[in-house]
């Protein structure tokens, strides 16, 4: 029974760098087949995929967000984070981690996702 936490100031500034937790429990990331992802939501907007590091470690980036993404993990911690720098408004969303079976999917029922948390780009 994996279950995964989201964690972050829920308020960062204009060209300031935004930084989530994922804690996993009831898992390990470092096992199996699976793309541990973060995926954003927007203010009514559909889900986006922003990247995701696999249990060996790899890691992949959406195009449109690669050049200011980045996805680490932590094994002796059991989770990964996200740090997305240079944020402006747009960066504002709903934000989840999640295990998945595929990359970039933002399908729900494929995988194991957090509740989200909220995360505003403001002055």
């Known amino acids: 029974q994996v279950q995964l936490q989201e964690s972050g100031p829920g308020l960062v500034k204009p060209s300031q760098t935004l930084s989530l937790t994922c804690t996993v429990a009831?898992?390990?990331?470092?096992?199996?087949?699976?793309?541990w992802s973060w995926i954003r939501q927007p203010p009514g907007k559909g889900l986006e995929w922003v990247g995701a590091?696999?249990?060996?470690?790899?890691?992949y980036y959406s195009p449109s967000l690669k050049s200011r993404t980045s996805i680490s993990k932590y094994t002796s911690k059991n989770q990964f984070t996200l740090q997305l720098s240079s944020v402006t408004p747009e960066d504002t969303a709903v934000y989840y981690c999640?295990?998945?079976?595929?990359?970039?999917?933002?399908?729900?029922?494929?995988?194991?996702w957090g509740q989200g948390t909220q995360v505003t780009v403001s002055s």
């Open positions: 999640a295990r998945v079976p595929i990359l970039n999917t933002v399908l729900r029922a494929l995988g194991v």
């Open positions: 009831g898992g390990s990331i470092t096992t199996g087949d699976y793309y």
């Open positions: 590091v696999t249990s060996s470690g790899s890691t």
